[in-house]
């Protein structure tokens, strides 16, 4: 059971360089979240998805895109990398709004 | 503008003993409260969660105590095992919010 599947794992990226970390999940779940979490912090939402053709920013999301075309995948992508965006990334989802969310393992990603 | 704090980053205890987690939220909206255990190159797993119309909720070795009053919330693992060694995260959100606000962490490590 894959659950919350994210690539890549690791990424380093030079600065002004886009890329798009990927998120599926095959529990066939409504809700998805991008999270990130900076050293020593807690994680912070970036965007999320109610459900197909459905996305809204959440607490951070400057510098992202996101995109629902499917109820599986949520893609996030970074358009111009900047520094400050080095952080991990979790990727999760829920049944409902008020489900719990189940992470993926993350993407660590650093822009030099 | 931390909305949910977790004041220990770490722990220590001995196998067997009691593990007491503590979180402080300033924001009175919260009104669902959720633990999640994350271990290294893994995403959170969720543990336990507790609505704010009652004040304990219990499963297995894990209880969640919740002070209104004192916006206060507390994770209590009995009997602690090394296999709980992990950093636990505190979480709120209100009803109909999509946003899930977390704590810093508190690294707890049990001592075999």
């Known amino acids: 059971n894959a659950g919350v599947t994210q690539t890549p794992k690791f990424r380093i990226l030079k600065i002004g360089q886009s890329m798009t970390l990927q998120c599926t999940q095959d529990?066939?779940?409504?809700?998805m979240y991008w999270y990130r979490q900076d050293p020593g912090m807690g994680l912070k939402l970036i965007y999320y998805s109610v459900g197909a053709g459905i996305t809204d920013k959440g607490e951070v999301p400057n510098g992202y895109n996101v995109s629902r075309s499917t109820t599986e995948d949520f893609p996030l992508r970074l358009e111009l990398a900047a520094p400050s965006q080095t952080s991990v990334y979790f990727c999760?989802?829920?049944?409902?709004?008020?489900?719990?969310?189940?992470f993926g393992d993350g993407t660590r990603l650093s822009i030099l | 503008d931390q909305q949910v704090k977790q004041n220990s980053p770490s722990l220590s205890v001995q196998e067997g003993r009691i593990s007491i987690l503590n979180c402080d939220y300033t924001?009175?909206?919260?009104?669902?409260f959720l633990w999640y255990k994350k271990y290294p190159a893994e995403g959170p797993t969720f543990l336990i969660s507790i609505s704010s119309i009652k004040d304990k909720n219990e499963d297995g070795r894990f209880t969640v105590f919740l002070n209104k009053s004192a916006k206060h919330l507390s994770l209590h693992i009995v009997p602690s095992q090394p296999g709980d060694s992990a950093v636990y995260f505190c979480?709120?959100?209100?009803?109909?919010?999509?946003?899930?606000?977390f704590g810093t962490g508190t690294r707890l490590t049990v001592i075999p």
């Open positions: 999760a989802s829920s049944y409902s709004d008020m489900g719990a969310q189940h």
């Open positions: 924001n009175s909206m919260f009104d669902y």
């Open positions: 529990m066939n779940h409504n809700y």
């Open positions: 979480a709120a959100r209100e009803t109909g919010a999509n946003n899930l606000f």
